[in-house]
């Protein structure tokens, strides 16, 4: 019997299953139903508590971020802005202190305080900007320091040193020192102002903080005590109007179950517990059927079972003998075509190179799609030695069959540090030789460019795959991996519709599983995941940096 027979007459001898028959409703049932089922009861309850959660977690999660913001706004923006200020009025006073000792005693070592000042300044008005971003009057009044803190080094500071290094005598005057009093007191006065500016912005931001950490109390106090009541309630009901006729019927079904099988249950609650115990009766004298049907059932299924297995042993066998007995005549067929193109091409008419062409063309397709074939076939079914292998090697490998593509297409392959993982070197070569020649093959206007990325994700490596290509459609997310499933016509790409079927059979035989991302835009994006190596660590081959 071949194996497609076999596989044939498995079907055949499948037994026809019988459709199941509802039982008839208990007679004792009530034709018309005034209770609520126990499915409303538990909907409405759960509704209500589901409504009441989200308008709480919404009202509480307004109230602490309103909370959080107002004290970022203290803590994280105004506090370090006073600060700041601070140091910048502590520089310039530095500053104006060494200009005046440096004139007085006309010692270098006085003139420190200046060069530090300046530097503290810098720092400080550098810190100071960033936090004035939502005062702008203080942004302003800043300014208005910074320029008059540089028209008194520029008018009175700097001249005054200039003298001293020239002469090197104190030049101390009472027209320079009355001079560079009133342009130091212009800077302290628009510094006075910005710390002024800033008390004032934090007064507000204090009794903000001070009013939403109040209604947060409040709030919490409002919630906690309401989901207090409705829980009671909710308690209350649901133990009247389900968990007592529950019980009660749970005790009558003790009763018929201790083998009392005269007594009868009495029935009362919701719809379902109501049925329940008009249905008891049924479900005992259908228990033992049922069990025997069920029985017979699983022995018939373990020899449907053990012919499927034996039938698809046979078709696989049949496909490698096939696949291997088509290769010679195809391969005859291939060399004579070919003998017949290079020998009297030119000799023939215009359309007969042209049937000759067709023939190359179709059993070189034919060969392809039979290697393909086989190889897909040996997935899973040729066991190697799987071993512990790098993956940026296995890329480089991929990368080397390809070379001749590559440098065709000008492409560009970008490939972070990849993992090391366990498994079959050709198996995982395949894989990335695949999603690299339909990266090269499947390529837009541009040159094509692919960016290799690899992190840990739990016990399993996630990889990524990216190009600049014409993309896929999500709708095709799934039948990509189907295979000879093309979305493209032979003359536009060529193929034979197996590479993608084959990396998904590949990945899953090495425990993974692989995905087309959806949501990427710009070309194509494939993902898959391998297992981890066993007791590597997050760290260990880590490739998000």
């Not at 204090?206 to 950490?213: E, F, I, P, V």
């Not at 010679?328 to 049937?355: M, T």
């Amino acid at each position: 019997m071949s194996p497609v027979d076999s596989a044939v007459g498995v079907v055949e001898r499948a037994p026809e299953v019988e459709e199941e028959r509802p039982a008839p409703p208990p007679a004792n049932r009530p034709a018309q139903r005034t209770r609520w089922p126990l499915r409303r009861i538990i909907n409405v309850s759960v509704g209500a508590l589901a409504l009441f959660c989200l308008a709480a977690i919404a009202i509480g999660t307004f109230a602490l971020a309103d909370l959080a913001d107002a004290r970022a706004r203290v803590v994280e923006r105004i506090d370090p802005a006073q600060q700041e200020a601070q140091r910048l009025e502590a520089a310039l006073v530095n500053q104006e202190t060494g200009v005046r000792g440096y004139s007085l005693g006309a010692e270098r070592d006085l003139l420190e305080p200046y060069t530090l000042g300046l530097a503290a300044e810098r720092d400080a008005v550098e810190r100071l900007e960033p936090t004035l971003g939502e005062f702008p009057a203080a942004a302003r009044t800043l300014r208005e320091a910074i320029d008059r803190a540089d028209n008194w080094r520029v008018s009175y500071a700097e001249p005054a040193i200039a003298v001293v290094d020239t002469t090197g005598e104190p030049t101390v005057t009472t027209t320079s020192v009355d001079s560079g009093r009133i342009y130091f007191d212009a800077v302290r006065s628009s510094v006075a102002q910005l710390q002024a500016h800033l008390t004032g912005a934090r007064a507000a931001a204090t009794a903000a903080l001070q009013t939403s950490a109040t209604t947060l109390n409040v709030v919490c106090v409002v919630i906690a005590a309401a989901f207090a009541l409705i829980v009671v309630a909710l308690a209350v009901g649901l133990r009247r109007a389900a968990i007592r006729p529950v019980a009660r019927l749970a005790e009558e079904v003790r009763t018929v179950a201790g083998g009392d099988f005269s007594h009868r249950v009495e029935q009362s609650g919701p719809t379902e517990v109501h049925d329940l115990g008009a249905d008891v009766n049924l479900m005992r004298e259908r228990i033992l059927h049922e069990l025997s049907a069920v029985r017979t059932a699983h022995a018939e299924l373990d020899a449907q079972t053990q012919d499927l297995e034996r039938s698809n042993a046979e078709l696989e066998q049949f496909a490698y003998v096939a696949s291997h007995d088509l290769q010679e005549p195809l391969r005859k067929v291939a060399s004579f075509c070919q003998l017949l193109q290079r020998r009297y091409s030119g000799q023939l008419d215009e359309r007969a190179d042209k049937y000759i062409e067709f023939a190359v063309d179709g059993a070189k397709r034919m060969q392809d799609l039979i290697n393909d074939l086989l190889a897909f076939s040996r997935v899973g079914r040729v066991v190697r030695e799987s071993a512990e292998v790098s993956c940026s090697a296995v890329l480089e490998q991929a990368k080397a069959n390809l070379a001749t593509a590559i440098e065709q297409s000008g492409a560009t392959i970008e490939a972070a540090e990849l993992p090391t993982v366990r498994a079959e070197v050709p198996l995982l070569t395949a894989v990335f030789q695949n999603l690299v020649s339909n990266a090269l093959k499947f390529r837009g206007e541009g040159a094509p460019h692919i960016v290799v990325d690899a992190h840990r994700d739990g016990e399993f490596w996630g990889f990524s795959f990216t190009d600049n290509g014409i993309g896929i459609e999500a709708d095709y997310a799934e039948r990509i991996f189907v295979i000879f499933q093309r979305l493209h016509g032979k003359g536009d790409y060529p193929g034979t519709g197996i590479g993608l079927a084959m990396c998904r059979k590949i990945i899953e035989y090495h425990g993974g599983r692989i995905w087309l991302d959806t949501e990427h835009d710009g070309g194509a994006r494939f993902r898959f995941t391998l297992p981890a190596l066993a007791g590597s660590t997050d760290e260990e081959n880590d490739t998000d940096g």
